[in-house]
């Protein structure tokens, strides 16, 4: 299911100018996640939320 999720993210960014903006600017954001994912006393929680974050912004976009 995650790859398929990737597959799909990945060809919007491709044909789309306006999606690749936005997704470089999710990927900072995810990046950012992951170091404070890192540093979590509770990372299976942070690593929940994180990635319902990421599914709702690539339903969104």
């Known amino acids: 299911m995650l790859r398929n999720i990737i597959r799909f993210a990945v060809r919007k960014v491709a044909s789309d100018p306006r999606v690749r903006a ?29 990635a319902g974050r990421i599914k709702k912004r690539i339903i969104n976009n």
């Open 22 to 50: 936005k997704a470089k600017e999710t990927a900072r954001k995810i990046a950012k996640g992951a170091g404070e994912l890192a540093r979590e006393p509770d990372p299976a929680r942070k690593l929940g939320r994180l």
